[in-house]
T-cell receptor, first 117, second 111 residues
Framework: GAVVSQHPSRVICKSGTSVKIECRSLDFQATTMFWYRQFPKQSLMLMATSNEGSKATYEQGVEKDKFLINHASLTLSTLTVTSAHPEDSSFYIC?????????????FGNGTRLTVT | QQPVQSPQAVILREGEDAVINCSSSKALYSVHWYRQKHGEAPVFLMILLKGGEQKGHEKISASFNEKKQQSSLYLTASQLSYSGTYFCGNYSGAGSYQLTFGKGTKLSVIP
């Protein structure tokens, strides 16, 4: 159980275009979804937290107008990288949690490798 | 507050044991452990919630010392499949349900 599906797994886009990444919880309702960014050989850096039906909370230093997050339902959250630039190239991973508690694990999607040329 | 992990990397031969430590300068409400293989998403291993609690997953176990604000992950009789980067994560504040991960420990198990 607790499967999170993330699409696409890889995307290559040209500088200036926008890319949308989808994150779906397949067999549970995700009250909260998190978006992380990971550079090679580095840790998972939290970008934003989204709760269904409300605005996402962005971490310090993350541009909310550049990384648009929509959590339209309890099973779907999307991250749109707008006007992408080469420095946005990275591995983006979503995660979802069913319950809000300290003992509720995060379930991760398989990640999206974004390359901006 | 990002937890601090040590060591940064470790190389083991099959069958050997290893310990990965995770510490925080702030009070820990719970500690999560995940393993990530190259190019893949992190996989949940276990959560430790109470102080002193120990949990196990296959031959991987962990302890949580609330007073010392630290947790340790124990890998015994390591297998090749244990290779990957291990991350600990914690919730660092009351009412904060955002998990902050350490920088990770890269474990390589060789034949």
């Amino acid at each position: 159980g607790a499967v999170v599906s993330q699409h696409p797994s890889r995307v290559i886009c040209k500088s200036g275009t926008s890319v949308k990444i989808e994150c779906r919880s397949l067999d549970f309702q995700a009250t909260t979804m998190f978006w992380y960014r990971q550079f090679p050989k580095q840790s998972l850096m939290l970008m934003a937290t989204s709760n269904e039906g409300s605005k996402a909370t962005y971490e310090q230093g993350v541009e909310k107008d550049k990384f648009l997050i929509n959590h339209a339902s309890l099973t779907l959250s999307t991250l749109t990288v707008t006007s992408a630039h080469p420095e946005d190239s990275s591995f983006y991973i979503c995660s979802a949690r069913g319950r809000t508690s300290y003992n509720s694990p995060l379930h991760f999607g398989n990640g999206t490798r974004l390359t901006v040329t | 507050q990002q937890p601090v992990q040590s060591p940064q990397a470790v190389i083991l031969r099959e069958g050997e044991d290893a310990v990965i430590n995770c510490s925080s300068s702030k009070a820990l409400y719970s500690v999560h452990w995940y393993r990530q293989k190259h190019g893949e998403a992190p996989v949940f291993l276990m959560i430790l919630l109470k102080g002193g609690e120990q949990k196990g997953h296959e031959k991987i176990s962990a302890s949580f010392n609330e007073k010392k604000q630290q947790s340790s992950l124990y890998l015994t009789a390591s297998q090749l499949s244990y290779s990957g980067t291990y991350f600990c994560g914690n919730y660092s504040g009351a009412g904060s349900y955002q998990l902050t991960f350490g920088k990770g420990t890269k474990l390589s198990v060789i034949p």
